[in-house]
Antibody, heavy 122, light 107 residues
Framework: EVQLLESGGGLVQPGGSLRLSCAASGFTFSSYSMAWVRQAPGKGLEWVSIISGSGGTTYYADSVKGRFTISRDNSENTLYLQMNSLRAADTAVYYC???????????????WGQGTLVTVSS | EIVMTQSPATLSVSPGERATLSCRATQSVSSNLAWYQQKPGQAPRLLIYGASTRATGIPARFSGSGSGTEFTLTISSLQSEDFAVYYCQQYNNWPLTFGPGTKVDIK
């Protein structure tokens, strides 16, 4: 069974940093692209970033480009999101999600982790 | 950026009735569209990909159709567990974008 378990969320002041982790199990982690998607309280879903299985290709939403960095450790089956220069608008539940298939361009996600809440506030 | 819109924002349906949800894109996404279901306090769950292919384990009462800019998710006979928020997502272009969601609630 595929499992994704996020951690690292919490309360941080504006301008601060946080690193999220997503521990993966139940599949060949290095074969699949992985993504972060966030959801502000009471709002819809917003794609944040994606990284290829090898880690060599990454994409970011404009709203986080230059502030967030996605990475992965395939030896530890773990996905990361380093978040710097955090803003109140970054307050959200952050989900990690597995791309369902390895085929290029097929960027839909299944499954998703349960999420970790990041709150940016003074 | 491709903007996704969904209508209606809220759909009130009685159990056993049919629900039809719409999703539109500001430019063609071919058939590169997925649908997700999200219940309160839970992560989204994939329902449909490729506009019309049900994900593993998704009941046959869920069906997707459409291509280009207009898409539909149909739930043929609503069950109690289907009351949730439904999101569409395009994956034809970067950045990946989601619609704002349609909440299906009990009439």
């Amino acid at each position: 069974e595929v499992q994704l378990l996020e951690s690292g969320g919490g309360l941080v002041q504006p301008g601060g940093s946080l690193r999220l982790s997503c521990a993966a199990s139940g599949f060949t982690f290095s074969s699949y692209s992985m993504a972060w998607v966030r959801q502000a309280p009471g709002k819809g879903l917003e794609w944040v970033s994606i990284i290829s299985g090898s880690g060599g290709t990454t994409y970011y939403a404009d709203s986080v480009k230059g502030r967030f960095t996605i990475s992965r450790d395939n030896s530890e089956n773990t996905l990361y999101l380093q978040m710097n220069s955090l803003r109140a608008a970054d307050t959200a539940v952050y989900y990690c999600a597995k791309k369902m298939v390895v085929v290029a361009g097929s960027d839909w996600f299944d499954p998703w982790g349960q999420g970790t809440l990041v709150t940016v506030s003074s | 950026e491709i903007v996704m819109t969904q209508s209606p924002a809220t759909l009130s349906v009685s159990p056993g009735e049919r629900a039809t949800l719409s999703c539109r894109a500001t430019q063609s996404v071919s058939s590169n569209l997925a649908w997700y279901q999200q219940k309160p306090g839970q992560a989204p769950r994939l329902l449909i990909y490729g506009a019309s292919t049900r994900a593993t384990g998704i009941p046959a009462r869920f069906s997707g159709s459409g291509s280009g800019t207009e898409f539909t998710l149909t739930i043929s006979s609503l069950q109690s567990e289907d009351f949730a928020v439904y999101y569409c997502q395009q994956y034809n272009n970067w950045p990946l974008t989601f619609g704002p969601g349609t909440k299906v609630d009990i009439k």
